[in-house]
């Protein structure tokens, strides 16, 4: 797929992180791109740095992501790349104790439950309603139709002591990327998984830059992005799993 302009590309979690590095990456290419995202303030101000538009979207709830969709569509016209990179990260240990009475706690379910919701359900509700649209597209001379990017993490296989939900969460994103690239195969529809490093206190971000081999710093956004535009300037590359990470592998704590 050459981005330019006569793509259209959606990102969801546009209003920060690695979805606002995406999102200006995509529209310096010269295609039109829509910011999903909650943060209305933020997410104005850059669809207006980068002519785009957004849409404020709930990813939980299908009437907000259709919604959101109707909108862009109606600005674009019909999305061929689209961008999952919003998410939460959440930490808590299967069983804890209190510090000051030593009271046992199960791990918050609701907590659990929201964590899959938005970072698994999420990403599947936005990749399903995008897929569904770029089926009605013609196919380019290649026969491809469109590219969805999920965002995991390194979690997914190298979970920490206190990430069981962010973990599940993201080894779901993980697990679903072959059947569902599976699915959309015939459709000409790739769809990739890429990781990310959730946000974290400076002490935890200095320790795991100092474990990374190479290069020796967290990952930024510009690195994300530069990956998702050569998935979609490669059109061979499909239904793969690529760990963003610098070799690290992740230790119990």
Same mark, same amino acid.
């Given at each position: 797929?050459?981005?330019?302009? *006569?793509?259209?590309a959606?990102?969801?979690?546009?209003?920060?992180?690695? #979805?606002? #590095?995406?999102?200006?990456?995509i529209?310096?290419?010269?295609?039109?791109?829509?910011?999903?995202?909650?943060?209305?303030?933020?997410?104005?101000?850059?669809?207006?740095?980068?002519? #785009?538009?957004? /849409?404020?979207?709930?990813?939980?709830? +299908?009437?907000?992501?259709?919604?959101?969709?109707?909108?862009?569509?109606?600005?674009? #016209?019909?999305?061929?790349? &689209?961008?999952? /990179?919003?998410?939460?990260?959440?930490?808590?240990? &299967?069983?804890?104790?209190?510090?000051?009475?030593?009271?046992?706690?199960?791990?918050?379910?609701?907590?659990?439950?929201?964590?899959?919701?938005?970072?698994?359900f999420?990403?599947?509700?936005v990749? *399903?309603? *995008?897929?569904?649209? =770029?089926?009605?597209?013609?196919p =380019?001379? +290649?026969?491809?139709?469109?590219?969805?990017?999920?965002?995991a993490?390194?979690?997914? @296989?190298?979970?920490?002591?206190?990430?069981?939900?962010?973990?599940? *969460?993201k080894?779901?994103?993980?697990? =679903?990327? !072959?059947?569902?690239?599976?699915? !959309?195969?015939?459709?000409?529809?790739?769809? =990739?998984?890429?990781?990310?490093?959730?946000?974290?206190?400076?002490?935890? @971000?200095?320790?795991l830059?100092?474990?990374?081999?190479?290069?020796?710093?967290?990952?930024?956004?510009?690195?994300?992005?530069? !990956?998702?535009?050569?998935?979609?300037?490669?059109?061979?590359?499909?239904?793969? /799993?690529?760990?963003?990470?610098?070799?690290?592998?992740?230790?119990?704590?």
């Amino acid at each position: 797929m050459k981005l330019d302009g *006569s793509i259209a590309a959606v990102v969801t979690g546009g209003a920060s992180g690695l #979805g606002e #590095g995406t999102a200006r990456a995509i529209a310096a290419t010269g295609a039109r791109v829509a910011l999903f995202d909650l943060n209305e303030e933020r997410g104005e101000a850059i669809a207006a740095e980068i002519g #785009g538009v957004f /849409c404020k979207v709930d990813v939980t709830d +299908d009437a907000s992501v259709a919604a959101a969709f109707a909108k862009a569509r109606a600005a674009h #016209g019909q999305e061929r790349l &689209t961008v999952n /990179c919003a998410g939460i990260a959440t930490g808590q240990k &299967t069983v804890s104790r209190k510090k000051d009475t030593g009271e046992i706690r199960a791990h918050d379910m609701a907590g659990f439950e929201r964590t899959v919701r938005v970072n698994l359900f999420g990403t599947f509700r936005v990749l *399903s309603q *995008s897929a569904a649209g =770029m089926v009605t597209l013609e196919p =380019m001379a +290649d026969g491809e139709r469109g590219l969805i990017v999920n965002t995991a993490s390194v979690a997914a @296989q190298d979970g920490q002591i206190g990430q069981a939900a962010y973990s599940a *969460s993201k080894g779901g994103v993980y697990a =679903m990327t !072959l059947p569902v690239a599976r699915d !959309l195969a015939q459709e000409g529809i790739g769809i =990739m998984w890429t990781p990310m490093m959730a946000g974290m206190d400076q002490k935890i @971000q200095d320790a795991l830059a100092a474990a990374i081999p190479f290069p020796s710093r967290l990952g930024t956004p510009a690195d994300y992005a530069s !990956l998702v535009l050569e998935l979609a300037r490669n059109v061979y590359i499909n239904g793969e /799993c690529i760990r963003l990470d610098g070799a690290i592998r992740l230790a119990p704590r």
